[in-house]
């Protein structure tokens, strides 16, 4: 199993940036591919950003060229780097995790809000 906490969410104006992270802690995290989902309220979840267990990187269109997903394996953290932040970028983050493949994820944090006035 593997526990997810993340930070870095508050509110910014349009143009700026964010940081979010997601500390993982149990055993195995470079065998989990991890992601990012937001969720704005009366919309579904989208998924943001993955990182699998190889280092490949997919981002959703609607983030393409601003938001840049990086994992540090020695500390056992997730980030997502947001530039250029936009309204509709508002929602709550999430950190995911899934053993092995990206899809289906089994874990998530507690997820951190994002607000872009």
């Known amino acids: 199993h593997v526990q997810l906490v993340e930070s870095g969410g508050g509110s910014v104006q349009a143009g700026g940036s964010l940081r979010l992270s997601c500390a993982a802690s149990?055993?195995?995290?470079?065998?989990?591919?991890m992601g990012w989902f937001r969720q704005a309220p009366g919309k579904e979840r989208e998924r943001v950003a993955v990182v699998d267990t190889y280092g490949a990187k997919t981002y959703a269109d609607s983030v393409k060229d601003r938001f840049t997903v990086s994992k540090d394996n020695a500390k056992s953290t997730l980030y997502l780097q947001m530039n250029s932040l936009k309204p509709e970028d508002t929602a709550m983050y999430y950190c995911a995790a899934e053993l092995g493949r990206c899809r289906d994820f089994s874990y998530w944090g507690q997820g951190t809000q994002v607000t872009v006035s």
């Open positions: 149990g055993y195995g995290y470079m065998l989990y591919c």
